[in-house]
């Protein structure tokens, strides 16, 4: 392959559209990794195209208040780099959303990638050119780019839904969503909030905006399970445990189905007595954390199993919620405890015992309408000040097909993934040559810690590349069969769990409507992903179409 610029002011002396040998869409988590993995290691061009103002993805857009990552700071980091791991010192256990900004920053610095990124720069466009092998990209401003490899790195949370409830624009106050939040934050003195969405962002956002609001109120259409995250200070100790001993912390991250750093008990919550399941899941409770799923081994598969993690997480709510009506609202859950993403959380329960907060049952009394004054249910209208949209994302197809990408002879990805995602494992689709899509449906993404299967994903295309370049080999294709295949894995493992059971989750698509429904991530496990990934690519990449 001919390298056929170093740096983007090169490749803008370049006559026509500027040429990379890769482009990159997104500068968050993956785009930044991708970015130094071909550009450093394997001396490619690289230009990355990032719609904000700066690095960050995911942390550079969601600032809302209470945002913070549910995976713990010492394991949402890169590994890659072991000086990395020995410089950066997180301060919580969890880390909130300006720390990991400033960590992206900070490594868009240390690695020097600012030089090859282009920022307020959105792809709007990406078409395959057979004959020349390559991606011709468009950006919204009217730059033409074109790269022999395309890898999109543009995150599965990061098109905002805003649900299109009738009346919006005539709303005399002001709306946000949580996931375009204002850079220069939002002031709740003295407002009458009405806040949508009860997920994981809902969740955090909640206890925070009640400190400061006139008003609350929370307009929960699904119930959601959460549980204690338990955030604290690191102490010393543990940083310095964490530093002494990360080898041994990647290793039980690279067993753990999820990408986090514990066991999951070998044990059935049917195997213990009532009194030992409960001092179980006490214990777990007061710990805090996702690792509350982790208490007995069963509780994703097996639904009776799941029953009791249920129930006792309802008793939980009923034990903190002085109103019962309010409690009640709160625990009626109608899917599996974890069966959606299951959010942690700082005092949310507690939040409802405030007197400045108050719940509507959406699935009781529907939203008809945003009027110029609030909110109108089927039976009441709510007077607001400000809306704050903790409605969620079109998750993992929306920021890909919000880009017009056609592959051979104007294939559109929206018409090949017309019914819901299809591809092989997660990183390429038969009639897309050379394209890779970091973290895209039919992988771990959202079920694993996202930087362990970033990382994998990474270093898999930058393995590949490096592959194609030593041989030779100008093209690579999933096969067609190679995907259908695919797809039923990805089925099958999700008919393995109770995941599919929760008919809201976005994990189904369920929050966009219209969407299809389709369970979108792999469910079978990191571990058991990155071996087949691992075995496709040693068995000389099997399943795809190699060529000249
Ligand atoms: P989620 O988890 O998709 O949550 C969105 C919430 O908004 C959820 O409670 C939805 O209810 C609710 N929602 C969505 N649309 C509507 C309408 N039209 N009316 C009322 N309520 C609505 O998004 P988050 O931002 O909280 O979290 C996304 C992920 O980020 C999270 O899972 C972590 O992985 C990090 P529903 O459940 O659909 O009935």
Redesign the pocket.
Known sequence: MRVLANSSSDARQIRGPAAFDALIIGAGFSGLYQLFCLRDRLGLSVQVLEAGEGVGGTWYWNRYPGARC?SESHTYCYTFSKELLQEWEWTERYPEQPEILRYLNHIADRFDLRRSIRFGTRVKAARYDTAANLWHVTTEQGERLTAKFLITAVGC?STA?V?N?PGLDSFGGRWVH??QWPHEGVDFTGKRVGM????????QAAPVIAQTAAHLTV????A?YSVPARNAPLTPEFKRYVKENFSEIQHLMDSNPNGHAWLIQDRSALDVSPEERVALYEAAWRKGGLQFRATFRDLVVSKPANDTAAEFIRSKIREIVKDTATAAILSDFDHPYAA??P?IDTDYYETFNRPNVSLVN?RANP?VAITSAGVRTRDAEYRLDMIVF????D?LTGPLLRIDIRGRDGLALADVWHGGPRNYLGLQVAGFPNLFTITGPGSPS?LCNMPVAIEQHVEWITNCIAHMRAEGLARIEAQPEAMDGWVEQVNAAANATLLPLAK???YLG??IPGKPRVFMPYAGGMARYRMICAEVAAGGYRGFALSR
């Open positions: 549910d949370l839904n649900p409830i949580t996931g949508i969405g009860t997920g994981s962002t809902g969740i307009f929960q259409r699904t959601n959606k993403r959010p959406l939203i903790a409605t969620g994302f998750a959202v809201s989750s976005w369920a929050n």
